[in-house]
């Protein structure tokens, strides 16, 4: 574990004194606010109108502006965890740092769950920012508190997958341009492919969209806990995981 | 007791065998030279021993453990500077040493002392708080050497340490990793001949992938130095000059063991001289100006590293010396 806790702090250090980190906090704080903006406006005028005509349709926080910022903080994920995770093996295989690593004694999986921790700690940071919009919609509102933890819960376990994809494809090259390219393209298709089944509806297409990244957020955003798509999540924090600390192996046994 | 121990110790890449059996043992506290031109297998025979790269055959063991059986015992007792300094370029001098020791299990005030020590040792006090990035690429060495020793190991192993440097940094570097030996069992890479004498007890030749000699650096020196290269310009006075003669007379010379035309220009002709022993420019000079020639160059040839292999090795490496001074011309 201490091995672990080292490597973590190296890494956390490395993203906030590089710009990449203040990029991306600016970049999701102002997106997420503008989102904010945006459905909090939809919702305060939807509440002027209903008055306005005397009806009494039912207002809700969660449903109406909590729900679908954490769908749009999910969809921003696939366009900033490319930046986050490009870096996390392509820049030490650049700079041979690898071999000062590897040469340590410190075990590959120590290696890997450090960095991997330090990249979700710096998703974490980026999360403050739309958790800070919802701290006015807690004080002048009465959301239900529960969706929102279990919709950040359920967001948490999407990007975990997200980068232990992204950190494996960080493992395959030395340039952090490729890693972030072929990150990016692969979140993407994975997005897209929930597509699959709109039109489709043989068993087939229901398995392919399946491993949509996207979709199985869905519960999650409402409040639930699908243990099944808790456990795609985690397969994929696994598999990605795995596939990092194998492709460190191979590097030392192909190169 | 052998501080490092390496038999039949095999490397092959997809395409390519890039260590082929080699077998030595370095005694502790020695400083072992590793020499041999680039693409020798030096750089794998090293990650081999450090746990970077496992071996595809043989055993290797450092302090009496095995590299493939207790990598981690391994690990905790080599220091190992590569070829480019493992530097993350956005830490400061003593933030990244103070990284690398808590990797090589340092901690609190132990750590400290290290670094204080290193800093020392490796003359990077001044720097200590400069962005590894903005530093020369001389103190980046000695940042590199420091990482190397932090956690005060019983093996070294440093690639090439000297490349890139300028002549005073390579002296200080010399010296330095002198100092070390006796509390550090060093392995050294280089393909420098003068490194080797300067710095090691002992050499270990290498030559595509192969051991082709091991020898105390005495007895290297004492074989090199017994034969010396010439080279000599001698110039026609009047007209042509007829190099055939030139070569035949210059052959006649005691202790000359071969003569080869270089360059051949006008009335000038220059020739390559292999000598057995001693000096023989006296006798050269006067064969050449008694014969009617002008002298118009002499001077010794500095022996090359693949002249070591031809001495050293004979037919086998002849080929590949030739064939590797081909690829540079």
Redesign the interface.
Known sequence: MRNVWIIFRKEMRTYFVSPIAYFLLAMFALVSAFFFGIYLRGFIEYGMETQMTGQTAPMNLNEQVIRPLLSNASVLGLFFIPMITMRLFAEEKRNGTIELLTTSPIRDVEIVLGKWLAALGLYVCMLLFPALNFVFLFKYGNPDWKPVVIGFLGLLLQVGGLLAIGMFISTLTKNQIIAAALTFSLFVALWVISAVSEFNTASWAQAVSYTSIVTHLEPFERGMIDSKDAVFYLSMIFLGLFLSLRSMESLRWGS | MHMIQVHELTKNY?RATAVDHISFEVEKGQIVGFLGPNGAGKTTTM?ML?????PTAGTATVAGFDVLEKP?EV??R?G?L??????????HAE?YLS??G????LSGAELAKRIDYVCGRCAIADVRKKLLGKLSKGYRQRVGLA?AIIHNPDVLILDEPTAGLDPKQINETRDFIKSLAGDHTIILSTHILSEVEQTCQQVLIINKGKLVATDSVQNLQNRVRGTESLLVEVAGRNGALDSTAVQHRLGQVGGVSRVLLRESRDNRGIFEIESQKGFLRGDLARAVVESGWDLNELRPTAVSLEEIFLQLTGAEATSAATASRGDRA
Do not use: D, H, N, S
């Open positions: 997809a990650r450090t746990c970077f790269l496992p981690m690990k905790k080599i190992y590569p070829e480019t300094p493992p530097l993350y370029l956005e830490m933030e990284f690398v808590k990797l090589k299990g990482q």
